[in-house]
T-cell receptor, first 112, second 116 residues
Framework: DSGVTQTPKHLITATGQRVTLRCSPR?????VYWYQQSLDQGLQFLIQ???????AKGNILERFSAQQFPDLHSELNLSSLELGDSALYFC???????????FGSGTRLTVV | AQSVTQLGSHVSVSEGALVLLRCNYS??????LFWYVQYPNQGLQLLLK??????LVKGINGFEAEFKKSETSFHLTKPSAHMSDAAEYFC??????????????FGSGTRLSIRP
């Protein structure tokens, strides 16, 4: 157990739908990062939050959004889902930026 | 902008042989460098990290990596491969180690297979 909790572990949904992925960071970590892992794109950085504020943005689609709540858990919202959104979505947390992250076990999203 | 290039998407070695996974980085400032391992159906686990201290970094499971600034490399090695080392390995770089606004950029990964 890495200390970073992601739910759900698996999600199957239809095209056009909206889903929410949840991440609870390791105790004491203020930064949360979201990554998408797919076979053709590899590990892509999506977005980072630090203590509730968005700090860095990567290759995140406009259909995707995220937020970090006062208790530091984070949610990634994916809407108008397409088949190509099928991927593993990882959350990671860190105490100090750039010093190494702790990853959760991921949410496997399948869009059918 | 930072980037990492992992040479070889798939490496196969015999059990007991030397493991060498290659990584070259590009960064405009002194980088922080990482190696992560991903076992099937699992998340990424930090193997080791370089944060401008010793250039030879020792990690978990007998792995180590050497930072070579002149070659912009951070290759991962293990003297003797074990069957349990079969996994995907990712090299990563961050150049914002002193900021709360940072991200780690990952290479494309190298799949390590171990032959009995």
């Amino acid at each position: 157990d890495s200390g970073v909790t992601q739910t759900p572990k698996h999600l199957i949904t239809a095209t056009g739908q909206r889903v929410t992925l949840r991440c609870s960071p390791r105790s004491g970590d203020l930064s949360v990062y979201w990554y998408q892992q797919s076979l053709d794109q590899g590990l892509q950085f999506l977005i980072q939050y630090y203590n509730g504020e968005e700090r860095a943005k990567g290759n995140i689609l406009e259909r995707f959004s995220a937020q970090q709540f006062p208790d530091l858990h984070s949610e990634l919202n994916l809407s108008s889902l397409e088949l190509g959104d099928s991927a593993l979505y990882f959350c990671a947390s860190s105490a100090t930026g750039g010093r190494g992250y702790t990853f959760g076990s991921g949410t496997r999203l399948t869009v059918v | 902008a930072q980037s990492v290039t992992q040479l070889g998407s798939h490496v196969s070695v015999s059990e007991g042989a030397l493991v060498l996974l290659r990584c070259n980085y590009s960064s405009s400032v002194p980088p922080y460098l990482f190696w992560y391992v991903q076992y099937p159906n699992q998340g990424l686990q930090l193997l080791l990290k370089y944060t401008s201290a010793a250039t030879l970094v020792k990690g978990i499971n007998g792995f180590e990596a050497e930072f070579k600034k002149s070659e912009t490399s951070f290759h991962l090695t293990k003297p003797s491969a074990h069957m349990s080392d079969a996994a995907e390995y990712f090299c990563a770089v961050s150049d914002e180690g002193y900021s709360s606004a940072s991200k780690i950029i990952f290479g494309s990964g190298t799949r390590l297979s171990i032959r009995p």
